[in-house]
């Protein structure tokens, strides 16, 4: 009896211990969560306390110069790079991880199309698999920008695209995306970077075909302007 007794006692101890261990395994994945969270509510105050802005960066010889997030966790390139279309200047931000979880596009490019604004965002939405929450403008001196927020609740994605209608067929798009599902400081990034941003019609720039010609072929940007000069 004595031997059925303590077999009977070992199997609740280890049936106990179990129980310890299995509560002990929760507890720590409840931290692991609680600590992920901290960082992820860090990050947004950060990003929402101060969002701070790189000088102006200019585009040679277009009249446009845009300022890009720069600080706290942003970290401009606070250079256009020349691509198929037109150029580009990029911001990301990664702060305590290796991979952004926001970042900002801006975009000179040529309109190669003449798509009507609604099917614009309706094709970005498509692009992210998201859906369309909110479309409205915001004005800067002359320039008008019509953007849509479009989020995908499934990955946590918050995507705004803003375009305005330079001359010349000439667009300059602005994109924000990030995935901490906070639609405020996606829509505050992108309003600092219209807001800040200044354009002035190039006058030397006399006709599209010289606008062509410099997004073609940006190193005959100086010779054309300098004829442009001797032609005034």
């Known amino acids: 009896m004595q ?4 077999a009977i006692s070992i199997t609740a101890y280890m049936e106990k211990t179990y129980d310890i261990r299995k509560i002990g395994g929760d507890k720590i994945a409840l931290l692991g969560l609680f600590v992920v969270s901290l960082l992820i509510a860090r990050i947004i105050v ?13 585009l040679t010889d277009t009249g446009l110069s845009v300022s890009m997030p720069d600080g706290n966790g942003w970290k401009s390139e606070k250079k256009w790079r020349y691509y198929e279309n037109g150029y580009s200047l990029r911001s990301i931000f990664a702060l305590g991880s290796k991979n952004p979880s926001a970042e900002t596009h801006c975009r000179y490019v040529k309109a190669t199309e003449t798509t009507d604004l609604q099917s614009l965002f309706e094709r970005k939405a498509f692009d992210v698999k998201g859906e369309i929450v909110k ?4 004005y800067k001196d002359t320039l008008t920008f019509d953007w849509a927020l479009i989020e995908n609740p499934k990955i ?15 667009r300059l798009n602005i994109e924000v995306q990030q995935i901490m599902n906070d639609p405020e400081m996606a829509e505050l990034v992108f309003k600092q970077i219209v807001t800040n941003l200044n354009f002035e019609e190039n006058q ?13 072929f940006p190193e005959r940007a100086e010779c054309i302007l300098r004829t442009n000069k001797m032609l005034q």
Do not use: C, M
Request: proline share 2%; charged share 20%.
């Open 204 to 216: 030397l720039l006399v006709s599209g075909a010289a606008y062509d010609i410099i997004t073609k």
């Open 135 to 138: 479309v409205d403008q915001i």
């Open 3 to 6: 031997k059925k007794q303590r």
């Open 156 to 170: 946590s994605l918050i995507f705004i695209f803003g375009t305005a209608k330079l001359s010349h067929n000439r």
């Open 46 to 58: 950060v990003s929402k306390s101060a969002i701070l802005l790189s000088e102006p960066i200019t």
